[in-house]
T-cell receptor, first 109, second 113 residues
Framework: RKEVEQDPGPFNVPEGATVAFNCTYSNSASQSFFWYRQDCRKEPKLLMSVYSSGNEDGRFTAQLNRASQYISLLIRDSKLSDSATYLCVVKYQGGKLIFGQGTELSVKP | EADIYQTPRYLVIGTGKKITLECSQTMGHDKMYWYQQDPGMELHLIHYSYGVNSTEKGDLSSESTVSRIRTEHFPLTLESARPSHTSQYLC????????????FGEGSRLTVL
Protein backbone atom coordinates (compact mmCIF):
# COMPACT_ATOMS: atom_id res chain seq x y z
CA ARG A 1 0.00 0.00 0.00
CA LYS A 2 1.34 3.46 -0.87
CA GLU A 3 2.01 5.86 1.97
CA VAL A 4 0.01 8.61 0.27
CA GLU A 5 -2.79 7.77 -2.16
CA GLN A 6 -4.81 10.17 -4.25
CA ASP A 7 -7.93 9.92 -6.39
CA PRO A 8 -6.94 8.56 -9.77
CA GLY A 9 -7.55 11.10 -12.52
CA PRO A 10 -8.00 12.72 -14.80
CA PHE A 11 -10.87 14.94 -13.73
CA ASN A 12 -12.43 16.66 -16.73
CA VAL A 13 -14.75 19.47 -15.68
CA PRO A 14 -16.39 22.50 -17.33
CA GLU A 15 -15.43 26.03 -16.36
CA GLY A 16 -17.28 27.16 -13.27
CA ALA A 17 -17.62 23.67 -11.82
CA THR A 18 -16.74 22.73 -8.26
CA VAL A 19 -14.31 19.85 -7.99
CA ALA A 20 -12.95 17.97 -4.99
CA PHE A 21 -9.82 15.85 -4.68
CA ASN A 22 -9.23 13.31 -1.95
CA CYS A 23 -6.05 11.97 -0.44
CA THR A 24 -5.42 9.33 2.23
CA TYR A 25 -2.23 8.70 4.16
CA SER A 26 -1.13 5.60 6.03
CA ASN A 27 1.16 6.96 8.75
CA SER A 28 -0.89 8.16 11.70
CA ALA A 29 2.16 10.01 13.06
CA SER A 30 2.19 12.35 10.05
CA GLN A 31 2.67 15.92 11.20
CA SER A 32 1.82 18.33 8.44
CA PHE A 33 -0.02 18.28 5.14
CA PHE A 34 0.17 20.26 1.95
CA TRP A 35 -1.22 20.57 -1.54
CA TYR A 36 1.21 21.29 -4.36
CA ARG A 37 0.32 22.13 -7.94
CA GLN A 38 2.33 20.88 -10.91
CA ASP A 39 1.67 22.22 -14.41
CA CYS A 40 2.40 19.98 -17.38
CA ARG A 41 6.18 19.50 -17.75
CA LYS A 42 6.87 22.05 -15.01
CA GLU A 43 8.07 21.86 -11.44
CA PRO A 44 5.73 21.43 -8.44
CA LYS A 45 4.86 24.56 -6.46
CA LEU A 46 3.26 24.86 -3.06
CA LEU A 47 -0.44 25.67 -3.37
CA MET A 48 -1.43 25.68 0.27
CA SER A 49 -0.81 24.10 3.63
CA VAL A 50 -3.61 22.11 5.25
CA TYR A 51 -4.48 23.02 8.83
CA SER A 52 -6.40 20.92 11.33
CA SER A 53 -9.26 23.39 11.41
CA GLY A 54 -9.46 23.56 7.64
CA ASN A 55 -8.41 26.59 5.67
CA GLU A 56 -9.47 28.58 2.67
CA ASP A 57 -7.55 30.62 0.13
CA GLY A 58 -9.88 32.29 -2.33
CA ARG A 59 -11.58 29.56 -4.36
CA PHE A 60 -9.53 26.81 -2.71
CA THR A 61 -10.49 25.04 0.51
CA ALA A 62 -8.39 22.38 2.21
CA GLN A 63 -9.68 20.03 4.89
CA LEU A 64 -7.94 17.55 7.17
CA ASN A 65 -9.52 14.62 9.00
CA ARG A 66 -6.87 13.08 11.25
CA ALA A 67 -9.16 10.35 12.57
CA SER A 68 -9.77 9.04 9.05
CA GLN A 69 -6.27 10.03 7.82
CA TYR A 70 -7.81 11.92 4.97
CA ILE A 71 -7.12 15.26 3.27
CA SER A 72 -9.22 17.02 0.68
CA LEU A 73 -8.93 19.98 -1.68
CA LEU A 74 -12.03 21.74 -2.99
CA ILE A 75 -11.86 24.12 -5.93
CA ARG A 76 -14.90 26.31 -6.53
CA ASP A 77 -15.75 28.14 -9.75
CA SER A 78 -12.93 26.39 -11.59
CA LYS A 79 -11.00 28.34 -14.22
CA LEU A 80 -9.15 27.17 -17.32
CA SER A 81 -5.94 28.16 -15.54
CA ASP A 82 -6.66 25.64 -12.77
CA SER A 83 -5.79 22.82 -15.18
CA ALA A 84 -2.81 21.06 -13.63
CA THR A 85 -1.87 18.07 -11.52
CA TYR A 86 -2.52 18.47 -7.80
CA LEU A 87 -0.11 16.68 -5.46
CA CYS A 88 -0.96 15.71 -1.91
CA VAL A 89 2.11 15.90 0.34
CA VAL A 90 2.53 14.57 3.87
CA LYS A 91 5.35 15.54 6.21
CA TYR A 92 6.57 13.05 8.78
CA GLN A 93 8.21 13.86 12.07
CA GLY A 94 11.82 14.65 11.26
CA GLY A 95 10.86 16.54 8.13
CA LYS A 96 10.57 13.80 5.52
CA LEU A 97 8.06 14.69 2.78
CA ILE A 98 6.04 12.00 0.99
CA PHE A 99 4.37 12.92 -2.29
CA GLY A 100 1.23 11.35 -3.69
CA GLN A 101 1.12 10.45 -7.37
CA GLY A 102 -1.08 13.44 -8.16
CA THR A 103 -4.57 13.97 -9.54
CA GLU A 104 -4.81 15.60 -12.94
CA LEU A 105 -7.46 18.27 -13.47
CA SER A 106 -8.51 19.47 -16.89
CA VAL A 107 -10.93 22.42 -16.99
CA LYS A 108 -12.69 22.84 -20.34
CA PRO A 109 -14.45 25.94 -21.71
CA GLU B 1 9.75 33.11 -8.43
CA ALA B 2 12.16 30.70 -6.74
CA ASP B 3 15.86 31.23 -7.39
CA ILE B 4 16.87 27.66 -8.08
CA TYR B 5 18.34 26.64 -11.39
CA GLN B 6 19.00 23.35 -13.08
CA THR B 7 21.10 22.56 -16.13
CA PRO B 8 20.79 21.00 -18.56
CA ARG B 9 17.01 21.16 -18.98
CA TYR B 10 17.10 18.36 -21.54
CA LEU B 11 19.82 15.79 -22.18
CA VAL B 12 19.91 12.85 -24.59
CA ILE B 13 22.95 10.67 -24.12
CA GLY B 14 24.26 7.23 -24.99
CA THR B 15 24.62 4.30 -22.60
CA GLY B 16 27.82 4.28 -20.57
CA LYS B 17 28.43 8.02 -20.58
CA LYS B 18 29.12 9.96 -17.41
CA ILE B 19 26.74 12.84 -16.75
CA THR B 20 26.41 15.56 -14.16
CA LEU B 21 23.16 17.41 -13.55
CA GLU B 22 23.79 20.82 -12.07
CA CYS B 23 21.63 22.52 -9.43
CA SER B 24 22.22 25.94 -7.90
CA GLN B 25 20.14 28.11 -5.56
CA THR B 26 20.67 31.69 -4.49
CA MET B 27 18.31 31.70 -1.51
CA GLY B 28 20.92 30.60 1.03
CA HIS B 29 18.93 27.47 1.88
CA ASP B 30 20.77 24.85 3.88
CA LYS B 31 18.56 21.96 2.77
CA MET B 32 18.68 20.65 -0.78
CA TYR B 33 17.12 17.60 -2.41
CA TRP B 34 17.09 15.56 -5.60
CA TYR B 35 13.84 13.90 -6.66
CA GLN B 36 13.16 11.55 -9.55
CA GLN B 37 9.77 11.64 -11.29
CA ASP B 38 8.48 9.47 -14.11
CA PRO B 39 5.43 10.63 -16.12
CA GLY B 40 2.21 10.34 -14.11
CA MET B 41 4.06 9.04 -11.09
CA GLU B 42 4.92 10.43 -7.68
CA LEU B 43 8.19 12.15 -6.85
CA HIS B 44 10.77 9.89 -5.21
CA LEU B 45 13.55 11.30 -3.05
CA ILE B 46 16.94 10.00 -4.19
CA HIS B 47 19.38 12.28 -2.31
CA TYR B 48 19.29 15.09 0.20
CA SER B 49 21.66 17.39 2.03
CA TYR B 50 21.18 19.43 5.17
CA GLY B 51 24.31 21.50 4.69
CA VAL B 52 27.83 21.67 3.34
CA ASN B 53 29.63 18.31 3.40
CA SER B 54 26.41 16.55 4.41
CA THR B 55 24.72 14.17 1.95
CA GLU B 56 22.32 11.29 2.48
CA LYS B 57 20.59 8.75 0.27
CA GLY B 58 16.84 9.03 -0.07
CA ASP B 59 14.12 6.43 -0.26
CA LEU B 60 14.60 5.37 -3.84
CA SER B 61 17.75 3.42 -4.54
CA SER B 62 19.80 5.28 -7.08
CA GLU B 63 23.14 4.65 -8.73
CA SER B 64 23.79 8.38 -8.76
CA THR B 65 26.00 10.30 -6.34
CA VAL B 66 25.86 13.86 -5.07
CA SER B 67 28.21 16.35 -3.45
CA ARG B 68 27.71 19.51 -1.40
CA ILE B 69 30.92 21.49 -1.28
CA ARG B 70 29.17 24.87 -1.35
CA THR B 71 25.81 25.84 0.14
CA GLU B 72 24.41 26.98 -3.18
CA HIS B 73 25.50 24.04 -5.32
CA PHE B 74 24.24 20.42 -5.27
CA PRO B 75 25.26 18.49 -8.39
CA LEU B 76 24.13 14.94 -9.16
CA THR B 77 26.41 12.57 -11.08
CA LEU B 78 25.79 9.31 -12.91
CA GLU B 79 29.11 7.57 -13.63
CA SER B 80 27.70 5.30 -16.33
CA ALA B 81 24.26 6.14 -17.70
CA ARG B 82 21.84 3.35 -18.62
CA PRO B 83 18.39 3.42 -20.29
CA SER B 84 16.82 2.70 -16.86
CA HIS B 85 18.09 6.13 -15.75
CA THR B 86 15.77 7.84 -18.24
CA SER B 87 13.56 10.11 -16.13
CA GLN B 88 12.95 13.66 -14.95
CA TYR B 89 15.26 14.81 -12.15
CA LEU B 90 14.02 17.65 -9.95
CA CYS B 91 16.24 19.59 -7.59
CA UNK B 92 14.69 21.42 -4.64
CA UNK B 93 15.72 23.46 -1.63
CA UNK B 94 14.06 24.53 1.59
CA UNK B 95 14.67 26.69 4.62
CA UNK B 96 16.08 25.12 7.74
CA UNK B 97 12.81 25.48 9.69
CA UNK B 98 11.09 22.58 7.94
CA UNK B 99 8.02 24.50 6.90
CA UNK B 100 7.18 21.90 4.29
CA UNK B 101 7.65 24.30 1.42
CA UNK B 102 10.11 23.09 -1.16
CA UNK B 103 11.30 25.33 -3.96
CA PHE B 104 11.88 23.29 -7.09
CA GLY B 105 14.03 23.89 -10.12
CA GLU B 106 12.49 23.40 -13.55
CA GLY B 107 13.92 19.90 -13.81
CA SER B 108 16.38 18.04 -15.99
CA ARG B 109 14.80 15.59 -18.40
CA LEU B 110 17.30 12.81 -19.11
CA THR B 111 17.00 10.28 -21.91
CA VAL B 112 19.57 7.50 -22.14
CA LEU B 113 19.61 5.63 -25.43
Amino acid sequence: RKEVEQDPGPFNVPEGATVAFNCTYSNSASQSFFWYRQDCRKEPKLLMSVYSSGNEDGRFTAQLNRASQYISLLIRDSKLSDSATYLCVVKYQGGKLIFGQGTELSVKP
Amino acid sequence: EADIYQTPRYLVIGTGKKITLECSQTMGHDKMYWYQQDPGMELHLIHYSYGVNSTEKGDLSSESTVSRIRTEHFPLTLESARPSHTSQYLCASSEAQNTGELFFGEGSRLTVL
